[in-house]
């Protein structure tokens, strides 16, 4: 079965800062997707990024970049500038590329961004 | 496009009462999942629909909880009796069909406490 680890319960980061959070996982299919999504406080899941087992390249979307480290089996997510908009809590998800689709989730990050 | 709908976004039930939630995937999308997410956790998934059958819902307490989507379209969750610990978030999302990555859009959410 699989399993993704998120360490930090909370982070704090200055405004224009970078930040990054942790996420850990655990599987034993060679094909799988690695997803990370932002929750506001209005409750909504926000796609963010997305990173296949069998990239070769980190993949970046904007201000979002998640730093892929297959051997360590980690998929940290790195913001870059960071604004106020972007206190949330932050998931970590993993998909098995024959499993439907299905996800499974970390406990979250709780950023907040401060001036 | 629209978004994936939820209704109600809140709900208030007593133990033992039955309620039922309501969701409409975005247009096109053969795929659609409930999850369940418990404050402080990350959500679970309970059930999958591919068009109109069930593809995985091993997550799901049947005893009590029921999902349907007729037509391929539509879907309702009901839970018949609730519990206490059935207070949680129910997120529906949904995706397109096929292929090794799908990214699921979420819909709002239906906070339920029970009490």
């Known amino acids: 079965a699989q399993k993704i680890t998120q360490t930090q319960p909370g982070m704090f980061v200055q405004e224009k800062e970078a930040v990054t959070l942790d996420c850990t996982y655990d599987?034993?299919?060679?094909?799988?997707?690695l997803f990370w999504y932002k929750q506001p406080s209005s409750g909504e899941m926000i796609f963010l990024i997305y990173q296949g087992s069998y990239d070769q390249q980190n993949a970046t979307e904007g201000r979002y970049s998640l730093n892929f480290q297959k051997a360590r089996k980690s998929a940290n997510l790195v913001i870059s500038a960071s604004q106020l908009g972007d206190s949330a809590m932050y998931f970590c998800?993993?998909?098995?590329?024959?499993?439907?689709?299905?996800?499974?989730f970390g406990t979250g990050t709780q950023l907040k961004v401060e001036l | 496009e629209a978004g994936v709908a939820q209704s109600p976004r809140y709900k208030i039930i007593e133990k033992r009462q039955s309620v039922a939630f309501w969701c409409n995937p975005i247009s096109g999308h053969a795929t659609l999942y409930w999850y369940q997410q418990i404050l402080g956790q990350g959500p679970k998934l309970l059930i999958q629909?591919?068009?109109?059958?069930?593809?995985?819902d091993s997550q799901l307490p049947k005893d009590r909880f029921s999902a349907e989507r007729l037509k391929g379209v539509d879907s309702t969750l009901k839970i018949q009796p609730a519990k206490l610990e059935d207070s949680a978030v129910y997120l529906c999302a949904s995706s397109r069909a096929g292929g090794p990555y799908n990214e699921q859009f979420f819909g709002p959410g239906t906070r339920l406490t029970v009490l």
């Open positions: 629909f591919q068009n109109n059958g069930v593809v995985d």
């Open positions: 599987t034993s299919d060679p094909s799988y997707g």
């Open positions: 998800a993993m998909g098995l590329t024959g499993g439907g689709n299905k996800l499974t």
